[in-house]
């Protein structure tokens, strides 16, 4: 599982900084997450297979957070895009994107299937066999969700030495690595933890932006590997939380303990302040494994 950091600032793009935007591998999937301004630009600019996204989630329609994808939609378009794409987001983005794409006379060649979001319970929005995805419920001036990602367990491995040892046949590996008892040449059954080795655990990532403070998440996210926490200003703007409807980096810090995830990312900073080690500064005490999100950062989770 790979997280690539394309925009982490709130609120306008700037000539060094870009709205949020994130791509998240896992399992063969390029999810992105959110579409700011200036989204394909950054894709662009970090190499990024971007004809490889085939699902996008969308937290909120304020622009920092989807200006982006009326004019990666038409890229996608113009380059002959011929596979499906989904757009996961709250109720209304289909009616924004499609008033684009009809006011420019610019119908997409390629099927463009909406999914839109209204519950405020988090709910399964995607799954396959590798991957699943489900809403995060968040607390925003309008209607947000944030997203959590969990890979499922993995095919046990299985373990060569082992089967050779005992004779197994290849007929009988791929039965052995979805959970089965093996054969020996003797024709002895050979119990399948002997066969095989432990898959990898799977991974969580939870992304969640833009918030308040909002304690009722945390079953949620309870233990993911790393958590996105917009921390939008310090402390000593807290009175702005309440208006705007944003977190502090004290808050995201204190809903990643109560938490108890691996790894805190801090990320949808104000543009106010000259250094982003005021962040990571005022959150560290409270929750001690915590990083600064940075656009063109990657993180291995």
């Given amino acids: 599982m790979k997280l690539t950091i ?22 063969n999937h390029m ?26 989630f969308i937290s909120h329609l304020h622009g920092d957070h989807f200006f982006g994808l009326p004019g990666l939609i038409s890229t996608f ?8 794409l989904h757009i996961y987001g709250p109720k209304g983005i289909k009616e924004a994107i499609t008033l684009f794409l009809k006011l420019g006379d610019s119908w ?34 309008i209607y947000t969700n944030g997203f959590l990602f969990i890979e499922k367990m993995a095919p046990r491995v299985l373990n060569i030495e082992a089967a050779i040892k005992f004779g197994i046949d290849k007929s009988e590996f791929v039965n052995i690595k979805n959970g089965k008892d093996g054969t020996s040449k003797e ?11 432990d898959p990898p655990k799977p991974k969580r990532y939870a992304f969640c932006s833009d918030t308040a403070y909002k304690e009722d998440i945390v079953p949620l996210i309870e233990e993911v590997d790393l958590l996105y926490h917009e921390s939008t200003f310090l402390e000593t703007e807290q009175r702005l939380c309440a208006k705007t409807k944003h977190s502090t980096a004290a808050e995201a810090a204190t809903i990643a303990k109560k938490a108890n995830v691996n790894k805190l990312l801090l990320g949808h900073y104000s543009t106010r302040y000259k250094s ?5 500064e005022e959150a560290k005490p409270i929750f001690e494994n915590v990083d600064i999100a940075e656009d063109g950062k990657v993180f291995e989770i």
Avoid: M, W
């Fill in 108 to 141: 997409t060649n390629y099927p463009l299937l909406f999914h839109e979001l209204s519950s405020k319970k988090s709910e399964l929005i995607f799954e396959d066999d590798k991957v699943l995805v489900r809403t995060i419920p968040l607390n925003h001036r």
């Fill in 6 to 27: 394309l925009g982490c600032y709130s609120a306008t793009p700037r000539t060094l900084t870009n709205p949020t935007a994130q791509l998240l591998e896992i399992r």
């Fill in 77 to 84: 378009r113009l380059l002959g895009r011929e596979s499906e």
């Fill in 187 to 197: 024709g002895k059954s050979i119990p399948n933890p002997e066969l095989t080795i």
């Fill in 276 to 280: 982003l080690e005021l962040f990571k």
């Fill in 31 to 56: 999810f992105l997450i959110d579409c700011g301004e200036g989204t394909q630009v950054q894709l662009r600019k970090h190499k990024l297979k971007f004809s490889r996204i085939r699902h996008i």
